[in-house]
């Protein structure tokens, strides 16, 4: 018997994609990495949490360990939905739905959206783990191209009136980043965040905004487009992640009531409610925007140290993309297969994420990588461009 025959045919379909987690490079001991996509580690909160969480169980004892968790969940979602309005986006209680972090967000949104025969449509090159996510569900995903500006909006109403006028389906929902994306670094302007709008009315579709790095601007912030959405046609998938905790597993998504109580059916109680709750403690404790500040403080910082380092140590023919905030850089290297290259590199003591794992088709990434900034200190990026620009020399 082969336990594997038990499996429908979607789910056998489903395993033969790309592993999750394929991206992430077997990284030896003393390795600088500039592959991490985390939050710095001196911006970590640990003493606040640990006070957080110790006032939490202080105060509820056994409580927010049970199941149902403590009341402090609903306060959670009452501070969520206060960041949001401060950043325009006015949603009920009933219009939002916590999530373990953004990425069960986007799959409870393709779960009830998609099926074997549904259209999506993504950014290219996109972020891999929605990528993996979509390919569980269908096989009929279409890539858009990025630029410096985002999104190439032009070219996705192209794409939608010739699948119009051949009488082709069109897609359920597009999913993008517009706000320092991942991997690029590039953000969506204001035309185009008009003009996927538009077209998201025109075309009947949705959007799906992932907004994780949203407040990391490092000079001007940029609307969502769920603010700017007249026609309730934008959910917003958001999380705090990259600005608190990534291990807390606190994301949301923000959209039509329908839509949330789907999302909510399927999510059945998936909840963390003690870390729901000893967030909640850690926001009621904490000024969240002061130290956003400092955050984008020092990912400017460290942003430029890498592009600075770049500046020095790659050839005219290497390009890259300069981010407004986040937390990468996007590189093309021109002849290089960067999934080679990152064997030299790993050699030589430095990672990076080559760049066919943000596209649908692999090949269109061969040329390209990722870079970090977050993680690491401004010495180990010098030092660790230092070491990616001798690995490109010697493997060219």
């Known amino acids: 018997m082969s336990a594997g025959s038990f499996f429908p045919d979607n789910i056998k379909g489903a395993l033969q994609n790309t592993p999750p987690g394929e991206w992430i490079p077997e990284i030896p001991d003393e390795c600088i990495r500039l592959h991490c996509g985390y939050p710095a580690p001196a911006l970590m909160p640990d003493e606040e949490v640990k006070a957080a969480v110790n006032s939490l169980l202080e105060e509820e004892h056994d409580l927010p360990l049970h199941y149902i968790g403590s009341p402090k969940i609903i306060k959670l979602k009452e501070q969520v939905l206060k960041r949001l309005k401060e950043r325009g986006v006015s949603v009920t209680e009933k219009e939002l739905l916590l999530t373990s972090g953004a990425c069960q ?7 009830i959206l998609l099926d074997e025969e549904s259209i999506v449509a993504i950014e290219s090159p996109t972020y891999m783990e929605a990528l993996e996510i979509f390919q569980n569900y269908t096989k009929h995903i279409i890539s858009i191209p ?6 190439q909006t032009g070219v996705l109403e192209e794409i939608l009136e010739d699948r119009k006028q051949k009488g082709l389906t069109l897609p359920r929902f597009l999913y993008t980043i517009p706000t320092f994306q991942n991997p690029t670094g590039t953000t969506m302007t204001g035309e185009r965040r008009q003009h996927v709008l538009e077209l998201a009315k025109t075309y009947n579709f949705l959007i799906v905004e992932d907004d994780a790095y949203g407040e990391l601007s490092f000079n001007k912030s940029f609307p969502t487009l769920k603010a700017m959405d007249q026609n309730s046609q934008v959910l917003h998938v958001g999380s705090l992640s990259k600005i608190v905790a990534p291990g807390m597993r606190i994301g949301w998504i923000a959209g039509a009531s329908e839509i949330i109580h789907a999302c909510a059916w399927f999510k059945k109680d998936l909840n963390h409610p003690f870390a729901q709750a000893a967030m909640a403690v ?7 925007n002061n130290k956003l500040v400092t955050m984008r403080d020092t990912y400017r910082s460290k942003c430029n140290v890498l592009t600075s380092a770049l500046e020095q140590y790659f050839p005219e023919s290497a390009s890259w993309y300069v981010p407004e905030g986040g937390y990468f850089v996007w590189m093309k290297i021109p002849g290089a297969d960067t999934s080679e290259l ?6 030589k003591g430095v ?8 596209f649908k088709d692999q090949a269109d990434g061969t040329e390209f990588l990722r870079l970090s900034f977050s993680y690491a200190d401004e010495k180990e990026i010098t030092e660790g461009i230092r070491r990616l620009g001798k690995a490109a020399e010697a493997y060219l």
């Open 351 to 358: 990672s990076f994420i080559p760049g066919k794992y943000f």
């Open 282 to 288: 850690y926001l009621a404790n904490t000024d969240l």
């Open 342 to 347: 990152l064997t030299h590199a790993l050699a």
């Open 146 to 151: 990025v630029d410096k500006h985002g999104l």
């Open 105 to 111: 967000a986007i799959d409870l949104i393709a779960r």
